[in-house]
């Protein structure tokens, strides 16, 4: 099992909030990753990480921001959800060398705007 | 056009067949490619790496075609239990993944 771990596993808000999707890894991965993915659909990469203080906007363009003070850490944040942020989260991690670079995922995050 | 094509299936096989998926990419410098396995509503997660020579883990082998840019995915003797959306990664030169969307199988008794 890998230890990457993604808190809440559900929440269902208001359209206006703001929230934050917690993702942790205690496997000492360079690269971060955040995917965004609807039921029966493809993996669409919104945000990734090569480090510290390192963030790139992925293929997807997202309303969202994500910030990586910790190597461990990268939370993403939505600063005012909407019905059309209601979809699954996944947090991924990788050594990022320069070898086979295997992602390890998270369990995601199931948001639900209403 | 994608740089990573699976046929989306769904495929539908009785118990003890086997089954084989496709995926062509079409970055011709991609240097490591994989399997995933999703369950529904679940996290990706590794099934196998694609070698350059081919591999085999117990009922699954995958190939690698690099003059054709497509890797396969076959399974022998398929189990209930393989039932699940099976994803092609590709990674780029620059390490970046790239994921396709997924081939769904369904394995009925």
């Known amino acids: 099992e890998a230890d990457i771990y993604q808190t809440p596993r559900y929440l269902v808000i208001g359209t206006g909030k703001k929230i934050t999707l917690e993702c942790s890894q205690t496997?000492?991965?360079?690269?971060m990753y955040w995917y965004q993915q609807d039921p029966g659909m493809e993996l669409h990469l919104i945000h990734y990480s090569y480090g510290v203080n390192s963030t790139e906007k992925g293929d997807l363009s997202s309303e969202s921001t994500v910030s990586r003070i910790r190597t461990e850490h990268f939370p993403l944040t939505l600063e005012s959800a909407r019905p059309s942020h209601t979809s699954q989260y996944l947090c991924a991690s990788s050594h990022g060398t320069s070898g086979p670079d295997t992602q390890y995922f998270g369990p995601g995050t199931r948001l639900t705007v209403l | 056009r994608k740089e990573v094509e699976q046929d989306p299936g769904p495929f539908n096989v009785p118990e003890g067949a086997t089954v084989a998926f496709n995926c062509t990419y079409s970055n011709s410098a991609s240097q490591s490619f994989f399997w995933y396995r999703q369950d529904c509503r679940k996290e990706p997660k590794l099934l196998m790496s694609?070698?350059?020579s081919g591999n085999e883990d117990g009922r699954f082998t995958a190939q690698l075609n690099r003059a054709s840019q497509y890797i396969s995915l076959l399974i022998r003797d398929s189990k209930l239990s393989d039932s699940a959306t099976y994803l092609c990664?590709?990674?780029?030169?620059?390490?970046?993944?790239?994921f396709g969307a997924g081939t769904r199988l369904t394995v009925k008794p």
């Open positions: 496997m000492g991965h360079d690269k």
């Open positions: 990664v590709v990674n780029s030169r620059n390490n970046d993944m790239r």
């Open positions: 694609v070698y350059s």
